[in-house]
C-alpha cells in the first residue's frame, strides 16, 4: 500500500481554541486536496504549549463540540493532532487523537511529560500509563508524544508489539545553537534513525514552530523511512505543510535484510526485569 | 578552555532571534519597537535585530544623552542609526537630572549612573507609548548574570533578544552581520564618565568574564574544576558573588502569599497569554 501523510508544521496560538481548530481545519483541507490519506499535527497543536494554568479551561474530550468540524474532516482524511484531554477522572493529560472515517479512532496521553529545567508538565498534567497500539486503515499504528519518543525501551516494545507506523507529535524547544545542526535536531535525529533503522517502521516526527514566551520550537519535522532514510524534512523555524509517501512494503523488505525484530527475544528483558529488578 | 567554547552558528542565531522579535511583538498586539540607544554594542545589535525583524518604519531608536555623554557615543549611535537607515533622534536627559541633581547634593557615581539609567527608562517607556510600540531590551547575558546593570534602568523592557547571549557572543554576532567596526572594537562603558568601562569596573576581560561564567552557568563546573582550567580562584570566588548578590534584579519580587491563587506563585500563566 502507498499513501500520502502531510506533516502539519503548524504554530498554534497558546491558550485560543477556536483559531487553533480554524488553523486545523484549514491545514486538513489542504492536505486532502493535494491527496493525502492522513495528517499529523504538533504536541498539544490545538491548545499550544505553555498553557500553565489556562490547562484547566482549555482541556476537553476528544468527542467536544469544539472538535465536531475535525471529526466530520476525518471522513475524508485521518487526523492526528495534540489537545489537552480532560479525563473522565477531570485530570488533564497531554493527549494525542486520532481520528479517521468521523470517528475517534484512539486517544494517547503522553507517557514521559518532561519536567525539568525550561519544562514543567507535571506541574500541570496527568502521566498516561499505557503505550498506544491501535490498528488503522495504515497497519499497526501508535502514537508517542515529544519526550515519548527519547525512550526507546517504549519504542521497542511498540515495534515489537507490531507498530509499523509511528506518530511522533512534537513540541521541541531550540537549544544548542553551536554547530551545523541544532543539538535538540541531532538527539531527534538519532531517534528517527534508531525507530526506523533497527525497529523497522515509518516514522512521522511533526514538531511545532513558534515562540511561547521565549521558547522556540524549531520545526524540522521529518519522515523516516525505513529502507528511504529521512524522505521528507522541513526546514527550521517556518510554517510549512509538506507531503510525504509511505509505501508500506518497505516495512516487509527492511526487516527482512536487517530481521532485528524476527530475531527479538523479549522473554530476555522479561526474565532480566522479573530476575533483576531488586538486586 | 578557550572562548572557542562559545563559539556560535551565526546565521542559526540571526535567523532565531529576527524571529523572536517579530512574534513577540505581534503576539502582544504590536507591530513596533523602540530601543533606546547608547553608542555601545549592544543596543546596536538589537537595533539591527529590530529592524531586520519589523521593517525600518517600525523601529523606533533614540539617542539618549546627558552631560556625561562621550562624543564617540554619539558618533556610534549616529553611525549605527545610518547602517540602518533609520531617522535619528535624540533627547537630552541632562536637564532631567539636573533638576533632581539640584536637590540632591553629594550624589556618588554609582547613585547618578542608576538614576541616569532610571530616567532613560522613563524617556524611553514614554515615548514607547507615544509610539504604540514594545521597548525591546539590549542586556547580554554577561551584565544579567553579574548584575551590571539597573534594576528597572536598562534592564526594563518588554522583551531581550540577546539576554542569551555571552558579550564575546554579542561580538561575534555583530561581526557576522557586518556592524561597523568602530562600534564593535569600542571598549564596553555605561559611558556615565570619562574614561569609564565595563572591564575596568567589572575588573576583569569580557573574555575571561564570559569563559568563567560559561564554566559556572552552562557547564555548571565547580570553582575547583574552573580552577583547574587555569583562572584564579579569588576571581572565579569574585564572579561567582556577583551572580549571587545580583539574583534579585533577575526575578520578580516576592509577594507575600495569603490566598488560594497568588500572583507571581500560583497564578501561573504565559506572558504570551492570549485569549
Known amino acids: 500500500m502507498t499513501y500520502t501523510v502531510a506533516l502539519a508544521q503548524v504554530n498554534p ?59 466530520k474532516l476525518s471522513r475524508h482524511i485521518a487526523i492526528c493532532a495534540g489537545f489537552v484531554e480532560e479525563g473522565a477522572d477531570g485530570i488533564p493529560y497531554n493527549s494525542a487523537f486520532f481520528l479517521d472515517a468521523g470517528e475517534v479512532r484512539h486517544v494517547h496521553r503522553k507517557m514521559y511529560l518532561s519536567t525539568h ?20 486503515r495504515f497497519g499497526r499504528t ?53 525507530a526506523s533503522t533497527f525497529l523497522g517502521m515509518f516514522v512521522v516526527y511533526v514538531n511545532r514552530v513558534g515562540f511561547d514566551d521565549g521558547l522556540g520550537f524549531y520545526g524540522g519535522s521529518a519522515l523516516s523511512d525505513p529502507v528511504g532514510g529521512i524522505t521528507v524534512s522541513a526546514p527550521r523555524f517556518e510554517a510549512v505543510q509538506l507531503l510525504g509517501t509511505i509505501d508500506t512494503s518497505h516495512i516487509a523488505r527492511h526487516r527482512y535484510q536487517l530481521p532485528i525484530l524476527r530475531e527479538e527475544d523479549t522473554d530476555i528483558v522479561r526474565h532480566a526485569l522479573d530476575t533483576r529488578r531488586d538486586s | 578552555m578557550t572562548v572557542d567554547a562559545l563559539a556560535l552558528n551565526n546565521a542559526f542565531v540571526y535567523d532565531f ?33 529590530a529592524v531586520d525583524a519589523l521593517g525600518v518604519s517600525h523601529v523606533h531608536a533614540i539617542f539618549l544623552p546627558c552631560k556625561a555623554s562621550s562624543e564617540e557615543s554619539r558618533r556610534d549611535a549616529h553611525t549605527m542609526v545610518e547602517f540602518c537607515g533609520i531617522p535619528w533622534h535624540e533627547l537630552d536627559i541632562s536637564a532631567m537630572a539636573d533638576a533632581y541633581l539640584a536637590v540632591q547634593p553629594g550624589m556618588d557615581r554609582l547613585r547618578t549612573g542608576n538614576l541616569l539609567a532610571r530616567l532613560r527608562m522613563a524617556v524611553i517607556f514614554d515615548q514607547s507609548k507615544n509610539e504604540n510600540a514594545l521597548v525591546v531590551g539590549t542586556s547580554n547575558k554577561s551584565e544579567l548574570l553579574v548584575g551590571y546593570s539597573t534594576w528597572y534602568g536598562d534592564m526594563a523592557c518588554a522583551l531581550m533578544p540577546i539576554g542569551d547571549l555571552y558579550k564575546t557572543q554579542v561580538r561575534s554576532l555583530a561581526r557576522h552581520l557586518g556592524l561597523p567596526q568602530q562600534v564593535i572594537a569600542k571598549p564596553p562603558s555605561a559611558d556615565l564618565w570619562a574614561g569609564q568601562t565595563d ?34 580562584l579569588d576571581l572565579v570566588r569574585q564572579i561567582e558573588r556577583k551572580i549571587l548578590t545580583s539574583q534579585f534584579k533577575r ?25
Not at chain 1, 502514537?143 to 513540541?171: K, N, Q, W, Y
Not at chain 2, 572591564?199 to 559556572?216: A, M, R
Open chain 1, 117 to 136: 529545567g525550561m519544562f514543567e508538565e507535571l506541574k500541570f498534567l496527568g502521566r498516561g500509563r499505557q503505550l498506544s497500539i491501535f490498528d488503522t
Open chain 1, 142 to 194: 501508535g502514537i508517542v508524544i515529544c519526550r515519548d519518543l527519547f525512550h526507546p525501551l517504549e519504542v521497542s516494545t511498540m515495534a515489537s508489539l507490531g507498530v509499523e507506523l509511528l506518530l511522533a507529535p512534537s513540541a521541541m524547544p531550540a537549544r544548542g545553537f553551536t554547530g551545523d545542526e541544532l543539538a535538540i535536531e541531532h538527539t531527534v535525529s538519532l531517534a528517527l534513525g534508531s
Open chain 2, 199 to 232: 572591564e575596568g569596573e567589572i575588573g576583569v576581560s569580557y573574555e575571561t568574564l564570559d569563559q568563567i561564567l560559561y564554566l559556572l552557568v552552562d557547564q555548571r563546573c565547580s570553582p575547583a574544576e574552573i580552577v583547574s582550567e587555569g583562572f584564579g
Open chain 2, 251 to 275: 526575578v520578580a519580587p516576592p509577594v507575600a502569599k495569603l490566598s488560594q491563587r497568588t500572583v507571581g506563585t500560583d497564578f501561573l500563566y504565559p506572558r504570551d497569554w492570549r485569549r
Open chain 2, 17 to 49: 532571534l529576527k524571529r523572536f522579535v517579530q512574534e513577540e511583538l505581534y503576539t502582544s498586539g504590536f507591530t513596533e519597537a523602540c530601543i533606546a540607544l547608547s553608542g555601545g554594542l549592544d543596543s546596536a545589535l538589537v537595533l539591527k535585530l
Open chain 1, 13 to 71: 496560538a497558546c491558550g485560543d481554541l477556536e483559531y487553533n481548530v480554524k488553523l486545523h481545519v484549514a491545514q486538513a483541507e489542504q492536505a486532502h486536496e493535494a491527496g493525502a490519506a492522513l495528517i499529523v499535527f504538533p504536541e498539544l497543536s490545538l491548545t499550544g504549549y505553555s498553557l500553565k494554568d489556562q490547562t484547566l479551561d482549555i482541556m476537553r474530550s476528544a468527542d467536544c463540540p469544539e472538535f465536531e468540524a475535525l471529526r
